[in-house]
């Protein structure tokens, strides 16, 4: 790559940063998984346990709403949705996974505010419990650290 080139990428260094949670109480037995290594993560990488917020929400349908309100608040540098959402015998599950998704997406592009993407959407438990920690990783891990570094990439746009 051409060195003149300006390249700004974000970092993974949360120290001094606040962040929500937004975790659905369906599936929760995946979804404290995901909420565990959410905040492990975080801490992990510099946020102090007190500039962590976790507001749990009935299910995944329920979190673009939660996070809309805490977005209105101004009082974090980004959020984190996590959910998990396993597909039944019924077209439910592409309605909710569909409006969850574009419920996030809409509340982060009217904010301006990063949020990372931890709604899982599988189609049985098995998928679910593998990326709740197994196979796959934790997606709580990712979506904390996709947080932190797209809300350290803003702020050197932003500069």
């Known amino acids: 790559m ?5 390249k700004t990428e974000g970092d993974c260094n949360g ?6 949670i937004v975790a659905s109480r369906f599936n929760d037995f995946i979804v404290d998984r995901l ?5 492990d993560s975080l801490i992990k990488n510099g946020v102090d346990g007190s500039d962590i917020e976790i507001v749990r929400v009935p299910g995944a349908f329920e979190t673009s709403l939660a996070l809309q309100k805490l977005a209105e608040s101004k009082r974090y540098d980004g959020l ?9 015998d019924t077209p ?7 409006q969850t998704a574009k419920g996030v997406s809409e509340v ?3 904010h301006g505010l990063p949020i990372g993407f931890g709604i899982l959407t599988v189609d049985s438990i098995e998928q679910a419990i593998e990326r709740a920690g197994t196979k796959a990783g934790n997606k709580g891990v ?3 650290m996709t947080a932190i570094e797209m ?8 500069r």
């Open 2 to 6: 051409d060195e003149r080139i300006i």
């Open 15 to 20: 120290h001094g940063l606040r962040f929500g």
């Open 35 to 39: 909420l565990s290594a959410a905040v």
């Open 80 to 88: 984190i949705a996590l959910g998990c959402v396993i597909r039944g």
């Open 92 to 98: 439910h599950f592409e309605y909710v996974s569909g």
């Open 108 to 110: 982060m592009l009217s």
């Open 142 to 144: 990712d979506a904390a």
């Open 151 to 158: 809300v350290t990439l803003l702020k050197r746009l932003n």
